[in-house]
């Protein structure tokens, strides 16, 4: 059994708006309604499918509920995995990071960017019988999510030049097409979004003020701070960290941010005595000391901007360089500061 994260339960039920008693629904999937919404509670998808099945066809108009609650998502929503996105430099780089993060929003669901002559597609991959109205539905209203949470983050106008469907089309599929603005083929081979590559090389509006704050004011200096050799290093290291909430930085990302080649990169750090793998693994190492003093990133969060896509990876990490938790060095921290 697979388990899919509580907060699309919330926001079906938002969405709703047709007078069924909120507390009513949320316990009948097992729901605390007095609990504060946490996207890291978890529900069984087969239940998920049963609830979303059953208020839709309760609803007046539940061909649009799943477009509706997937346009009612946003960033802030997803905590971790939406602080991932709206991070990436462009849209590309948010696409990737679905790839990498998915797992923390569901066991049933992974995503996979595919280019194509065409496009790019933004695939959804979600086993399942497709004759189950609660899968559809949670299909839908996921393809919707990504569009409104695109719509968030780019700084340019955000349009898909088709979505895709492998389950049949609806009675009435043209209210697809109206919310999406594109054409919608249902009984396809994928589930999917198919967007331009212009459009994903769009950059985002790095909408998190405490991210830009953080990498913009601190960052730099910081990073100085551990530095006593050449200014070359300095550079990439700063480079390296500027990246690393995308992943583990490429040798031919970085040297594309400082206008070099990938071979001229590693040449020069070699000249220096450097190797670029032992400067990501330092990067990573300051930038997490540096989030883990300064911010109050809950450490989940502290695990993706140094390029961890599990929190457990980041704290056997951490143990390694510093011989402690991340919690347990935050909390040292802390003390000491208080002394």
């Not at 469907?165 to 919310?179: C, G, I, L, Q």
């Not at 540096?290 to 951490?318: C, H, I, K, N, W």
Request: glycine share 6%.
């Amino acid at each position: 059994m697979g388990q899919i994260t509580s907060l699309f339960v919330y926001k079906v039920i938002d969405q709703a708006h047709h007078g069924q008693d909120k507390r009513e629904l949320l316990e009948s999937i097992g729901i605390d309604p007095d609990a504060p919404v946490d996207p890291r509670m978890m529900v069984a998808d087969t239940d998920y499918y049963a609830f979303f099945e059953r208020v839709a066809r309760s609803h007046p108009s539940g061909t649009q509920l799943p477009l509706r609650t997937g346009a009612s998502m946003r960033c802030a929503d997803y905590g971790a995995f939406g602080l991932a996105w709206k991070s990436a430099l462009t849209l590309r780089g948010s696409f990737s990071r679905a790839e990498r993060y998915a797992r923390v929003l569901s066991s049933v669901s992974t995503y996979q960017v595919r280019e194509k002559d065409e496009g790019v597609y933004m695939e959804l991959h979600r086993d399942g019988d497709r004759s189950n109205a609660g899968l559809r539905l949670s299909n839908e209203a996921t393809m919707a999510s990504i569009v409104a949470i695109s719509e968030e983050v780019s700084s340019g106008t955000f349009q898909a030049e088709a979505v895709f469907f492998k389950h049949d089309a609806p009675k009435t599929p043209r209210v697809h097409e109206d919310h999406f603005g594109c054409a919608v083929h249902f009984g396809a081979d994928r589930d999917a979004l198919l967007v331009s590559r212009q459009m994903l090389e769009t950059p985002n509006k790095l909408g998190d003020p405490g991210i830009v704050k953080f990498f913009d004011t601190h960052l730099d200096k910081e990073l100085s701070r551990f530095e006593a050799g050449p200014s070359f290093e300095r550079r990439v290291r700063n480079q390296i960290a500027q990246l690393l909430s995308q992943g583990t930085p490429r040798v031919s990302e970085v040297a594309s941010c400082l206008a070099i080649s990938g071979r001229t990169l590693q040449r020069r750090l070699s000249e220096r005595g450097y190797s670029f793998t032992t400067l990501v693994d330092n990067s990573r190492r300051e930038l997490a000391e540096r989030l883990l003093r300064d911010t109050a990133y809950p450490l989940a969060e502290v695990a993706f901007l140094t390029g961890f896509s599990e929190q457990s990876a980041f704290t056997r990490a951490f143990k390694r360089w510093a011989g402690q938790t991340p919690r347990s060095y935050r909390l040292a921290v802390h003390a000491a500061a208080d002394d």
